[in-house]
């Protein structure tokens, strides 16, 4: 079948206006990050030399006029963060509160809605699941995996290979892992898991249609992207421990099970939370995987799965929007805290 140029006109119209529009937005800016500067240089430059030749003494810079120099260079930001973020949060709570089609106002019908659907209350009952092990798992396995490996003989192999996974997109990973899932019937399998319990005598099984161990073995794709992210944090954390603590350790005789609770724990307990904190986000937004693997199917659903299919798959424009603003309260605290710990370290 050979290229219609007919055809893909609109389509290739729609690419060059797509990258005219870039290379203007993006020509601007850099033009103006270089012209503008420039040009209070050069007009800071000719006060200086006007005041020197004259005798007069220097000018000084005026704190207003700084302080309008630096929102120059702050507005593009502001402006981007007021469309694409700001703008839309706003959106999405009135949208909330309306319903399905975004007509007519229904309050908080939509927030009642998801407490009290049974299907919506599985779905956050998955979330609770996966935001209680994931973190606490992937960060285990990290943890283990910077520790067995620090100093040993092929460290950064080992390092290498545990990250690797982190290299994969969600989707990628996702895909893999359906094919250790996957069931054939009887005879030969092609799934990893079900060809071992094969080998041992047992029957295969459907493993992504049974809940709730479902929702488990989706999890376990999360922890084995993420534990090589808590490594390398946490490997980082145990080398920058002084070495002069570990020696006096050792001088006192501390077994090394003493050795790590002791000195390794209290060392890296900021890089720990940093860990936990940035793995409780992303599982909060998880999608890709759910979406990927089960499409929400089977009970396995959560929370950015499930506004996705309210507000794309059913047209439920109110019923989705609420998920969207509870899913933004739920990340709120974990924010806060984040924000008060790095404060408390600047000050500590």
């Given at each position: 079948?050979?290229?219609?140029?007919?055809?893909?006109?609109?389509?290739?119209?729609?690419l060059?206006?797509?990258l005219?529009a870039?290379?203007?937005?993006?020509?601007?800016l850099l033009?103006?990050?270089d012209?503008?500067?420039?040009?209070?240089?050069?007009?800071?430059?000719?006060?200086?030399?006007?005041?020197?030749?004259g005798?007069?003494?220097?000018?000084?810079?005026?704190?207003?006029?700084?302080g309008?120099?630096a929102l120059?260079?702050?507005l593009?930001?502001?402006?981007?963060l007021?469309?694409?973020?700001?703008?839309?949060?706003?959106?999405t709570?009135?949208?909330?509160?309306?319903?399905g089609?975004?007509?007519?106002?229904?309050?908080?019908?939509n927030?009642?809605?998801?407490?009290?659907?049974?299907?919506?209350?599985?779905?956050?009952?998955n979330t609770?699941?996966?935001?209680?092990?994931?973190?606490?798992?992937?960060t285990?396995?990290?943890?283990?995996?910077?520790?067995?490996?620090?100093?040993?003989?092929?460290?950064?192999?080992?390092?290498?290979?545990?990250?690797?996974?982190?290299?994969?997109?969600?989707?990628?990973?996702s895909?893999?892992w359906?094919?250790?899932?996957?069931y054939?019937?009887?005879?030969?399998?092609?799934g990893?898991?079900?060809?071992?319990?094969v080998?041992?005598?047992g029957?295969?099984k459907?493993?992504?249609?049974e809940?709730?161990?479902n929702?488990?073995?989706?999890?376990?794709?999360?922890?084995?992207?993420?534990?090589?992210?808590?490594?390398?944090?946490?490997?980082?954390?145990?080398?920058?421990?002084?070495?002069?603590?570990?020696?006096?350790?050792?001088?006192?005789?501390?077994?090394?099970?003493?050795?790590f609770?002791q000195?390794?724990?209290?060392?890296?307990?900021?890089?720990l939370?940093?860990?936990?904190?940035?793995?409780?986000?992303a599982t909060?937004?998880?999608?890709?995987?759910?979406?990927?693997?089960?499409n929400?199917?089977y009970?396995?659903?959560?929370?950015a799965?499930?506004?996705?299919?309210?507000?794309?798959?059913y047209?439920?424009?109110?019923?989705?929007s609420?998920?969207?603003?509870?899913?933004?309260?739920?990340?709120?605290p974990?924010?806060?805290?984040?924000?008060?710990?790095?404060?408390?370290?600047?000050?500590?």
């Open positions: 079948m050979g290229f219609d140029f007919a055809d893909e006109q609109p389509k290739l119209l729609m060059m206006y797509g005219v870039f290379v203007v937005v993006v020509g601007g033009l103006l990050l012209v503008v500067p420039a040009w209070f240089a050069r007009r800071r430059e000719a006060q200086l030399v006007a005041a020197s030749a005798g007069a003494p220097l000018p000084r810079r005026t704190k207003p006029r700084e309008l120099f120059f260079f702050l593009p930001t502001l402006v981007l007021l469309i694409g973020l700001v703008v839309p949060a706003i959106r709570l009135l949208l909330s509160l309306m319903d089609s975004s007509t007519n106002w229904v309050g908080l019908r927030y009642g809605w998801m407490f009290s659907d049974d299907s919506i209350v599985r779905v956050l009952i609770l699941v996966w935001v209680l092990l994931v973190p606490l798992v992937a285990g396995f990290g943890l283990l995996y910077a520790v067995m490996v620090d100093k040993a003989r092929f460290e950064a192999v080992a390092k290498s290979l545990i990250f690797l996974p982190m290299a994969i997109s969600f989707v990628g990973a895909i893999i359906k094919f250790v899932y996957a054939r019937g009887e005879g030969d399998q092609i990893l898991l079900n060809q071992i319990v080998s041992l005598g029957e295969p459907q493993w992504l249609l809940s709730p161990l929702t488990l073995l989706l999890i376990v794709i999360m922890v084995w992207i993420q534990a090589g992210f808590a490594m390398v944090v946490l490997s980082a954390a145990i080398k920058a421990i002084p070495g002069d603590i570990v020696e006096a350790a050792r001088l006192d005789g501390v077994s090394p099970w003493q050795m609770w000195i390794t724990m209290p060392s890296i307990r900021p890089a939370i940093v860990v936990v904190v940035t793995l409780t986000i909060l937004k998880v999608f890709d995987i759910v979406r990927t693997s089960t929400g199917n009970d396995t659903s959560v929370i799965s499930e506004m996705y299919n309210q507000a794309f798959r047209g439920q424009n109110g019923q989705g609420a998920l969207a603003v509870f899913l933004f309260i739920l990340v709120i974990v924010v806060i805290y984040q924000i008060r710990n790095l404060r408390q370290q600047r000050e500590g």
